[in-house]
């Protein structure tokens, strides 16, 4: 079974400022992907960034980077120059790569709520 | 244009009652998905299509039914609607069911509210 951890209920952060959301997992697939999407209030789900379990470098898209520390099951997203239209929920998700149960469906960590403050 | 479209975006209806959410996608994939988003905003999986075959179904009441008439549509068909069922529905789909980024694009989620 997988499991994703996101020990942070909500963040805050100043405009222009870096910050870093975890997120921890847990697996048995030798093969999996990892995501980070954001929902903003207006509820819809928007994918930001995703990472293999077998590449070897981080992940970036912009201002989103997935700091991957595979030793640790950590997907840390990174977003810098933070704005204010980066306020929104954010869930880290898993999917099994390796065929069984997992394969092929999203698991979500419970969400961290962004605000970013002018 | 839209690339993954649910109908209706609202849908409140007394206990007891079915209902069905309609699920349309243009991006040519071949799997869709069924999410639910409780009130406590945790999403979880409920069922996925690929090439119209059943792939995953999750520990789902029997009254919710998954129809796939073809590759690009995916309904939901809710049976005997219960207040447990308020939540936001979410369709999906990807090109793949588990290979490389394929990500999962998310249509505007249904809110269904069973009073």
């Known amino acids: 079974a997988q499991k994703i951890t996101q020990t942070q209920p909500g963040m805050f952060v100043q405009e222009k400022e870096a910050v870093t959301l975890d997120c921890t997992y847990d697996?048995?697939?030798?093969?999996?992907?990892l995501f980070w999407y954001k929902q903003p209030s207006s509820g819809e789900m928007i994918f930001l960034i995703y990472?293999?379990?077998?590449?070897?470098q981080n992940a970036t898209e912009g201002r989103y980077s997935l700091n991957f520390q595979k030793a640790r099951k950590s997907a840390n997203l990174v977003i810098s120059a933070s704005q204010l239209g980066d306020s929104a929920m954010y869930f880290c998700?898993?999917?099994?790569?390796?065929?069984?149960?997992?394969?092929?469906?999203?698991?979500f960590g419970q969400g961290t709520i962004l605000t970013v403050h002018p | 244009d839209t690339a993954v479209s649910q109908t209706p975006k609202y849908l409140v209806t007394q206990m007891g009652n079915d209902k069905s959410i309609k699920c349309e996608q243009n991006?040519?994939?071949?799997?869709m998905y069924w999410y639910k988003q409780d009130s406590k905003k945790f999403l979880k999986i409920m069922f996925s299509?690929?090439?119209?075959?059943?792939?995953i179904n999750e520990t789902v009441p029997n009254r919710f039914s998954p129809k796939s008439p073809d590759k690009a549509h995916l309904n939901l068909h809710i049976n005997s609607l219960e207040l447990g069922d308020s939540a936001v529905y979410f369709c999906?789909?990807?090109?793949?069911?588990?290979?490389?980024?394929?990500?999962?694009?998310f249509g505007p989620g249904t809110r269904l509210t069973v009073t």
């Open positions: 991006l040519g994939h071949d799997t």
């Open positions: 998700a898993m999917r099994g790569d390796s065929g069984g149960t997992s394969y092929g469906k999203l698991t």
């Open positions: 697996t048995s697939d030798q093969s999996y992907g």
């Open positions: 999906a789909s990807s090109q793949d069911l588990g290979q490389g980024a394929g990500e999962q694009y």
């Open positions: 299509y690929n090439n119209k075959e059943l792939i």
């Open positions: 990472q293999g379990s077998y590449d070897e």
